[in-house]
């Protein structure tokens, strides 16, 4: 499966962006869905992941409350809704995907295939 991400951009403290990750290849609701985000200067951290189904989601403490991950396997597309943003959400943003297992999955190795990121800046 290939994986592109987009939608991000400048937004100020409190805003909102959302994100897409459009897919291609093999069926997209075989997969588990994962969005990770890399600051300057740090690993790549986990932030939310979705079930095959999208019924079940799981997200990190930092932005549980603010983020809302989905997908719509009609359409290929999975999505990241970010509100009330905040200067340490500064990242590039990637999706991923996994073929195997369960969707609480939060390691960078869980997942085998990966989008080119896009960045999200929040200005204070």
């Known amino acids: 499966v290939q994986l592109q991400a987009s939608g991000g951009g400048l937004v100020q403290a409190g805003g909102s962006l959302r994100l897409s990750c459009a897919a291609s290849?093999?069926?997209?609701?075989?997969?588990?869905m994962g969005w990770f985000r890399q600051a300057p200067g740090k690993e790549r951290e986990f932030v939310a992941a979705?079930?095959?189904?999208?019924?079940?989601?799981y997200y990190a403490d930092s932005v549980k409350g603010r983020f809302t991950i989905s997908r719509d396997n009609a359409k290929n597309t999975g999505a990241l809704q970010m509100n009330s943003l905040k200067p340490e959400d500064t990242a590039v943003y990637s999706c991923?995907?996994?073929?195997?297992?369960?969707?609480?999955?939060?390691?960078?190795?869980?997942?085998?295939?990966w989008g080119q990121g896009t960045l999200v800046t929040v200005s204070s």
């Open positions: 979705i079930s095959r189904s999208g019924e079940g989601t």
């Open positions: 991923a995907a996994r073929p195997f297992g369960s969707a609480r999955a939060m390691g960078v190795s869980e997942y085998a295939y």
């Open positions: 290849g093999r069926t997209f609701s075989s997969y588990v």
